[in-house]
């Protein structure tokens, strides 16, 4: 059974940073496109970074040069590193992981990152 398990969120200040990680249980996580959604109360899901299987990456305008995304497939695991953060940051992030054939999407259960003073 696929599992995507998020960690590193928590409460920070405006201006600072935050490492996100998420590890999964997929069983070829190279063949897998990964991305970090977030959502806030009352708002839709936005997708905020996705890194291909072949390392490329797109951000969300809200986060580019402030987010960077990235991969270690012999850890099976995904990363957010987030700088310069902003009390508009403030959500439940979650990774997902979609086949870059058949598309099917796996989910975490998200993790909260607050940013307040």
């Known amino acids: 059974q696929v599992q995507l398990v998020e960690s590193g969120g928590g409460l920070v200040q405006p201006g600072g940073s935050l490492r996100l990680s998420c590890r999964a249980s997929?069983?070829?996580?190279?063949?897998?496109?990964l991305s970090w959604y977030r959502q806030a109360p009352g708002k839709q899901r936005e997708l905020v970074a996705t890194i291909t299987s072949l390392t490329e990456t797109t951000y969300a305008d809200s986060v580019k040069g402030r987010f960077a995304i990235s991969r270690d497939d012999a850890e099976n695991s995904v990363y957010l590193l987030m700088s310069s953060l902003k009390p508009e940051d403030t959500a439940v992030y979650f990774c997902?992981?979609?086949?870059?054939?058949?598309?099917?999407?796996?989910w975490g259960q998200g993790t909260q990152v607050t940013v307040s003073s």
């Open positions: 997929l069983s070829i996580f190279s063949i897998y496109h």
């Open positions: 997902s992981a979609e086949h870059i054939l058949n598309k099917h999407t796996y």
